[in-house]
């Protein structure tokens, strides 16, 4: 049995080496497992540092849910003392628009003299119609009048014979009256021959289809050998003097605010110069379907200015105690205009406003803050509705 377990050996030095093969078996067994036991404690002990570095990282980006949360700075606006200014939209108009027609009976349109866009003076004729009829009348009635004037001459005549005839007996009183009728019966068909040219005359002269003011030709329905009646309407549409207008349609409560002469600024859909101009006129009444108001606001012709466009009107109606917000924390979407606020559990709310006058000051905020909220100055678009973050309060000023 002990030689079975035991491996003797001599070597060259006569030295007797005798060796315990289980024994050498159990050291191997034991290194090996040493190694695999310090390969397992070191893959451990990396996974928990990435995991540590995974979670500390995810709690840094995750500034809602982890330990961290978004820094954001506030401005709580108050109320301050500010320029009131009125915003409004509207129509362009001309301020007097007339309509120009036939006067007269009408007819054939002969000739048309002038165009959209021209400039005309009073009694400056705008078109002619045939009046070939018309005139071919007025010299009939003229002839008339040749005709009555010889016959009151004779009527005269026989009249002042007659007279000379009476003292001597020869023609008696009756027969020196019945001269006499007859005499003033001819110098009065003379005076209405006249008047009947006169109404002729004025007849012709209607057929001219004048400008009734100077100003500016806004449309033109009228062509050369169209008939045209005295019921046609206008055929030329006329802005007296030139002068336009913005109708500006308001609340009732803006509306309350307006008087004539304040002054305005009006600027017209596509363009980025304002004109200036002041309300002539204030609506007495509101309209029951839209409960909106219309202001009349003068302002001077320019090229920019066409009736039936639309422009935007900013008038100043004195002063007005509202918070008072930076540019940065007034946001817009489709939805109209708002800012973030912070509430007293540090989130994030979104409340609707409405602006008023936007200058070098800031934003005026007419309605939706009473000027005590949180307000978060500006990074709005980064924020959500009930995120919660970290105020940081700056002074509105």
């Known amino acids: 049995m002990t030689g079975m377990n035991r491996e003797t050996r001599f070597e060259g030095s006569d030295r007797l080496i005798v060796v315990d093969r289980p024994n050498r078996k159990r050291w191997i067994i034991a290194a090996v497992v040493t190694a695999i036991a310090l390969v397992i404690a070191f893959a451990m002990f990396r996974g928990s540092d990435d995991t ?30 500010v320029a009131r200014t009125i915003t409004a939209s509207g129509a ?6 007339q309509p120009v027609g036939v006067a007269g009976e009408g007819g054939l349109v002969r000739s048309v003299l002038v165009d959209a866009g021209s400039w005309v003076r009073q009694g ?36 002042d014979r007659s007279a000379a005839l009476v003292a001597r007996g020869f023609v008696s009183k009756a027969d020196l009256d019945r001269k006499k009728a007859a005499r003033d019966s001819a110098n009065a068909r003379i005076r209405v021959a006249q008047a009947q040219l006169g109404a002729a005359r004025a007849q012709i002269g209607r057929l001219d289809i ?65 004109i200036s101009g002041s309300i002539w006129q204030v609506s007495p009444i509101i309209d029951p379907q839209s409960r909106l108001g219309e202001v009349r606001i003068a302002i001077p012709y320019t090229a920019s200015i066409r009736p039936g466009g639309f422009a935007e009107a900013r008038i100043a109606s004195g002063s007005t105690t509202a918070p008072l917000l930076p540019q940065s924390a007034v946001l817009s979407d489709q939805a109209g205009n708002y800012v973030y606020l912070i509430n007293a559990k540090n989130q994030v709310e979104r409340r609707a406003v409405k602006i008023g006058s936007v200058d070098s000051q800031g934003v005026t905020i007419l309605t939706g803050l009473s000027g005590q909220e949180s307000v978060v100055l500006s990074a709005g678009p980064f924020l959500n509705v009930g995120q919660k973050v970290a105020p940081r309060r700056q002074s509105a000023r």
């Open 52 to 81: 540590a570095a995974s979670t500390n990282t995810a709690g840094a980006a995750d500034g809602g849910r982890g330990g961290q949360v978004p820094s954001v700075t506030i401005v709580v606006p108050g109320r301050s003392e």
């Open 124 to 159: 400056q004729v705008l078109a002619t119609i045939d009046r070939s009829v018309q005139s071919q009348t007025a010299a009939q009635l003229g002839a008339s009048i040749q005709v009555a004037r010889a016959d009151a001459a004779l009527a005269q005549n026989e009249y």
């Open 210 to 274: 004048r400008a009734p003011t100077s100003g500016l030709i806004l449309s033109r329905s009228i062509e050369v050998g169209q008939i045209v009646s005295g019921g046609a309407g206008g055929l030329f549409r006329l802005a007296r003097g030139g002068e336009m207008e913005m109708r500006a349609q308001m609340s009732q409560q803006d509306l309350a605010a307006m008087r004539v002469g304040l002054p305005a600024s009006v600027t017209p859909l596509g363009s980025t110069t304002s």
């Open 92 to 97: 362009l108009a001309a301020r007097r628009d």
